[in-house]
């Protein structure tokens, strides 16, 4: 069973001469639902003619790992009777150097805050394995090189 996915990247010259390499990077990501997202190179990357109020391809691939994770540790929840109130994650992608010397997302360290509420609450070692699940059944992690971490935090309880 396959499935697509597609995004449509769109760029243009405007103005610029180009060839001076003095462009801007920033271009426009718009989604099979109509939703458009302003991209850019990472500002790190290239200072002078990255757009800091867009989002660079760095930042999506770690948000994506987030979202999916989330979203499967969302579903296993509501499947086991578990209410989530609210589910926050401050994830962090590290770039390193890989065997070849090229720059790559080497980690992913995902640090969710969950809050649980109603009469039936998970435990730490039901949440733990919910997270395991999670990141098994995750497509975005299992398309990654990178390894993903999941650095616990105590869940909270309304």
Request: charged content about 25%.
């Amino acid at each position: 069973m396959a499935h697509e996915y597609i995004a449509k990247v769109s760029w243009s010259r405007g103005d610029e001469p180009f060839i001076d390499n003095k462009y801007s990077r920033g271009h426009l990501w718009t989604f099979d639902g109509g939703i458009s997202v302003p991209g850019s190179s990472a500002p790190s990357s290239v200072p002078l003619y990255s757009k800091a109020d867009a989002v660079d391809p760095e930042e999506a691939l770690v948000a994506s790992v987030s979202s999916c994770h989330m979203l499967f540790f969302l579903a296993f929840c509501a499947l086991k009777g578990f209410r989530v109130d609210s589910y926050i994650d401050d994830a962090i992608g590290t770039m390193t150097k890989n065997e070849r010397g090229k720059l790559y997302i080497s980690q992913v360290a995902l640090k969710p805050v969950i809050t649980f509420s109603g009469e039936k609450k998970p435990d730490a070692e039901t949440i733990a394995k919910l997270h395991h699940r999670a990141h098994e059944e995750c497509y975005i992690a299992n398309s990654l090189r990178a390894d993903v971490e999941l650095i616990p935090t105590d869940p909270i309880y309304a």
